[in-house]
């Protein structure tokens, strides 16, 4: 069965420090991945996808991920963190023909000043 | 502004009372999709639909019911037999392609007491 993982429930980095959210993934064809990221108390906002072609995408807000096959690995990274990133976020892999998304648990992400 | 709304916020009820969430969507979207969210465990599918008048159950829909009217609306039923009702709903749509990303709406609380 499809199922993703996000190893880190809670993150906190200082303010300007880089950052990387982990996420592995199960899933026997080649997969579709996104990431995206919800404020408290808000809905989720879309940061970046992959589905084919170069495995390093970049999204909005800075951020990036890179897909690494042999480690089923689908990380999101950015290099320098702003006090405004602070939020939880989600990797999700598209599921099936009907855009099913499979969730992690997600990553909380506190930036200390 | 196309988007897609949910009302109310938030909403209370009391144990025993049927209680129906609004989703409604502008953007042309054909597929939709209703989560619940509870801490610690990311998203949980409820129900989703590719079409008008058709729908599938997700992994969780025991205690849940939906219709399918219009394109534009998706209407999640929160029913007496759900045993643990109180969380945060959000509702989706999408193009229906694997290959695009879910755009969500802002979500509901419920609280049932």
């Known amino acids: 069965a499809q199922s993703v993982t996000q190893p880190d429930i809670h993150i906190t980095v200082s303010e300007g420090a880089s950052l990387e959210l982990r996420c592995n993934y199960s899933?026997?064809?080649?997969?579709?991945l996104f990431w995206y990221v919800q404020s408290p108390g808000q809905g989720l906002q879309l940061l970046l996808k992959?589905?084919?072609?170069?495995?390093l995408v970049q999204g909005i807000k800075g951020f990036e991920a890179e897909f690494k096959r042999s480690q089923s690995s689908f990380n999101l990274r950015k290099p320098s963190v702003h006090w405004s990133d602070a939020a939880e976020y989600f990797c999700?892999?598209?599921?099936?023909?009907?855009?099913?998304?499979?969730f992690g648990a997600g990553t909380r992400l506190a930036v200390h000043p | 502004d196309g988007g897609i709304t949910q009302s109310p916020k938030y909403l209370f009820r009391k144990e025993g009372q049927n209680v129906t969430l609004s989703c409604e969507q502008n953007?042309?979207?054909?597929?939709m999709y209703w989560y619940r969210q509870d801490p610690g465990q990311g998203l949980r599918l409820i129900y989703y639909?590719?079409?008008?008048?058709?729908?599938q159950k997700g992994d969780i829909a025991e205690g849940y019911s939906v219709s399918r009217e219009k394109k534009e609306s998706f209407p999640l039923t929160v029913t007496s037999a759900q045993k643990n009702p109180t969380a945060f709903y959000l509702c989706a749509s999408s193009i229906g392609d694997p290959t695009y990303e879910q755009y969500f709406g802002p979500g509901t609380r419920l609280t049932v007491t």
């Open positions: 953007l042309n979207h054909d597929a």
């Open positions: 639909s590719q079409i008008v008048n058709d729908f």
């Open positions: 899933y026997g064809a080649t997969p579709y």
């Open positions: 992959y589905f084919s072609g170069d495995t």
């Open positions: 999700a892999v598209g599921s099936g023909g009907y855009n099913k998304l499979i």
